[in-house]
């Protein structure tokens, strides 16, 4: 159970969790909160479908660079050094962007924003997965990842709040600038949280080259891959979620709220759940139940006509399964990769799906017009998701793993499931 590690966890690993789960839950309030101003902005500055899916996939570019980066980063200078620099970066990049002025000063400050997404999540996953056992591994990083629901939470009661007190066009501005609340985070990490042991061990100068070597290739690729059909998935659906309630639903904020309140409720269990079963059923198993019951669950929500109520219901199972690949993501790749490249592993692998993932909000923006928006979403979110099944499928087994030889072995059948004696990965 994770109340169990957490109770016999030692003061630095407590704090690790802490840290990771905060970074997370603030950088999801303040990348949720341009979905959710998105309406406003396409009504106030006459934007298309198009523009808005550009701001969106600007962004993600943006993200899989910084993410990448900051992964080598964390590997050569340590995991909080380059956490605090990512979530202070995204805090002050989002407060700017409540002063754009129109849509070319927002895409160069969304791009800002994207280079510390991305870094945050490289380095905190990284600490995270190195403070913790691999028994307790895919739970406590589910709950990590869980931290994005309660993010977008907050950011949707502000959503809510600003919208319902303020006039649009403030209510938008305040969102943004309320974004760089992440950076007292910053002053707690400066004092209260070190690199964990097994990454001093292990720490060394190895060239970032090393996961493209023959024994990591096929953990990179395929790695890289599944983190493009989760990624693809998620923001096809995420990104355009709101506009879809408010334009195609003709929801008011009030309901649009309530629709998005049901699925990110889903969400937050689906990452705890996800956690769970990554470390009973194996990482690779829990991606691929969950991404097959994505494809499911997409046209249900998307292209099946509903009332009101049915779509309202319909929301909780979407949440649910598409919060599930990401909550299994992380202590995935964390076992991929050895530790003096793990941030690097991570890191490109996340993020180069986020890159290529990038074209997914705007081509749904583009075919819009043409497809409709739900056929639009539907059509690239069910590509990706086909694709996370194929790429997870195509990776070694790792469940207890803190080695590719250890993956390697996994995939050959005989997986090593057996708790690790000190608790620790082994510094290699």
Request: proline fraction near 5%; avoid cysteine; hydrophobic fraction near 55%.
């Given at each position: 159970?994770?109340?169990?590690?957490?109770?016999?966890?030692?003061?630095?690993?407590?704090?690790?969790?802490?840290?990771?789960?905060?970074?997370?839950?603030?950088?999801?309030?303040?990348?949720?909160?341009?979905?959710?101003?998105?309406?406003?902005?396409?009504?106030?500055?006459?934007?298309?479908?198009?523009?808005?899916?550009?701001?969106?996939s600007a962004t993600l570019v943006c993200t899989a660079v910084g993410g990448w980066c900051a992964g080598l980063a964390s590997d050569r200078w340590g995991r909080v050094a380059v956490l605090r620099v990512t979530v202070a970066w995204y805090a002050i990049a989002t407060c700017l962007a409540g002063f754009a002025g129109g849509f070319d000063s927002l895409l160069v400050l969304r791009c800002l924003q994207g280079f510390g997404f991305g870094g945050e999540w490289a380095a905190g996953a990284a600490l995270i997965s190195e403070y913790v056992g691999a028994r307790h591994r895919g739970r406590v990083l589910g709950a990590v990842q869980?931290?994005?629901?309660?993010?977008?939470?907050?950011?949707?009661?502000?959503?809510?709040?600003?919208?319902?007190?303020?006039?649009?066009?403030w209510s938008?501005?305040?969102?943004?600038?309320?974004?760089?609340?992440?950076?007292?985070l910053v002053v707690a990490l400066r004092r209260a949280l070190g690199d964990?042991?097994?990454?001093?061990?292990?720490?060394?100068?190895?060239?970032?080259?090393?996961?493209f070597?023959?024994?990591?290739?096929?953990?990179?690729?395929?790695?890289?891959?599944?983190?493009?059909?989760s990624h693809g998935g998620y923001y096809a659906l995420t990104t355009f979620l709101p506009t879809y309630l408010r334009t195609t639903r003709g929801?008011?904020?009030?309901?649009?709220?309530?629709?998005?309140?049901?699925?990110?409720?889903?969400s937050f269990f689906?990452?705890?759940?996800?956690?769970?079963?990554?470390?009973?059923?194996?990482?690779?198993?829990?991606?691929?139940?969950?991404?097959?019951?994505c494809l499911l669950s997409l046209p249900l929500y998307l292209l099946v006509p509903l009332d009101d109520l049915g779509a309202l219901l319909a929301s909780a199972p979407l949440g649910f399964f598409s919060a599930g690949i990401p909550g299994g993501l992380g202590s995935l790749f964390a076992e991929l990769f050895p530790t003096a490249v793990r941030g690097s592993g991570q890191g490109f692998c996340y993020n180069l799906g986020r890159l290529v993932a990038a074209a997914f909000p705007a081509l749904v923006g583009a075919l819009a017009p043409r497809l409709g928006l739900a056929s639009g979403i539907a059509l690239f979110a069910g590509v990706a998701y086909a694709l996370a099944v194929v790429a997870a499928l195509c990776l070694p087994g790792t469940r207890g793993c803190d080695d590719p030889a250890g993956a390697a072995e996994g995939a050959a059948g005989h997986p090593h499931t057996g708790p690790e004696p000190s608790g620790t990965p082994a510094p290699r």
């Open positions: 159970m994770l109340l169990t590690w957490y109770r016999t966890a030692p003061t630095g690993a407590r704090r690790a969790f802490w840290a990771a789960f905060g970074g997370w839950a603030l950088e999801a309030a303040d990348a949720q909160v341009f979905g959710l101003v998105l309406p406003t902005l396409l009504a106030i500055w006459h934007l298309s479908d198009g523009q808005g899916g550009l701001l969106a869980s931290g994005w629901a309660v993010g977008w939470a907050i950011a949707l009661a502000g959503y809510a709040l600003a919208f319902a007190t303020l006039p649009a066009a938008w501005r305040v969102m943004f600038w309320a974004g760089v609340a992440p950076a007292l964990p042991p097994v990454y001093l061990q292990a720490r060394a100068r190895v060239s970032p080259l090393r996961i070597r023959p024994d990591l290739l096929r953990a990179t690729v395929f790695g890289a891959l599944l983190g493009l059909g929801l008011t904020v009030l309901g649009t709220t309530a629709y998005l309140t049901v699925f990110i409720t889903a689906g990452y705890l759940v996800s956690g769970r079963l990554s470390d009973r059923i194996g990482r690779r198993t829990n991606v691929v139940v969950f991404a097959a019951l």
